[in-house]
């Protein structure tokens, strides 16, 4: 099957890690010749409740049994949307009352910078260096990072960018300046918070400028930073939230969330501001509604931040410089490129999934799924340790 892969499946680096997948559950995933790995990755962040839980997979069941796909988004009521969307509500500040499914993070991405543009009627978006959105061409020309879009250039146009937590950049916003597009706390550069009152700062500015503030929750959102979204840690709302990855439990999907009233302008001039054919599928609405039951009726959000504590009392070694992040989305920071290179590769033959970040060489990603026990990270922290023992 390796071979078929290799020839058949469109690849995206020389050296993908093929492991050869037979089924997967909890925080194992199970290779084609019977070994458990375990899994600090959780799909890049995506199976927030680890995998295949019992209530995602009765969810979906239900649903299939029931109807599948019947129209394109937005003209029938199906009750999985409308249920998920109206509970995503009640845990949202006012203003984020209207959400619209879409397939994807990027998707999400693009209906986000649609809007606020369509809704300021300016042009210009600001986004961070270093910023990742996704990699449709909207999201690229918001990706803080040439080396990985130069060649697919020219992109759209009207995009600056500025400094992520710093202050001064700030004034490159002005009333120009149709929305200011962030992550809350930086994914693909290093898991990078928002210092002191930064995101209160961007906040301010927006307002005073007339600028919307549009926040990419795709990573952070749904628990993983020990909040539901990363933006409460923050004390401030944006105009437009942008969630996906661990919001189905590993099913693709995304959505864009924001007022009534600026939802509303994608109805008209021009009429389907934004379509999709999937979008709102009722079979990741229901995966998504019950993960979110999951997420906010267990007490898994406050483990969250047990949970990284006890990575962090376990992961002190000489070789980690620092451990960044929040939540159970944390990066061990190392001065050296090989150390990273050589923890992932030696944990993956151990066993223990790892993975490394798009934009900081010098860090391994840790962001298990939130169902994580105790048991399963101290083994994994235990092989890491080992594995920097043994570095020479
Ligand atoms: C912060 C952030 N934004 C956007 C995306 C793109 O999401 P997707 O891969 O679902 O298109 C990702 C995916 O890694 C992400 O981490």
Redesign the pocket.
Known sequence: MKDDFFKYQAQTTPHPLALEIAHAKGSYIYDTEGNAHLDFVAG???CCLGHCHPKIVQAIKSQTDKYMHVMVYGEYVQEPAVAYTKLLASHLPKNLETTYLVN??????EGALKLARRYTGRSELIAANN??????MG?LSVTGYEARKSAFRPLIPNVRFIQFNSLSDLEKITKKTAAVLL?TI???AGFILPKNDYLKEVRQRCNEMGALLIL?????GFGRTGKLFAFEHFDITPDIL?V??GMASGL???AFIASHKMMATLQEHPKLGHITTFGGNPVIAAASLATLKEVTESQLITYTLEKEQLFRSLLVHPLIKEVRGKGLMLALLFEKIEIVNYLVLEAAKKRLILFWL?FEPKAVRISPPLTISEEEIKIGCLQIVDLLNAYQ
Request: no cysteine.
């Open positions: 890049v962040s995506a994807s993070g990027t998707e999400a991405i910023a990742y959105h996704g990699n449709t999201s992550e930086q994914g693909g990419d929750e795709i990573q952070p942008v996906g990855k693709p999907v995304g798009l």
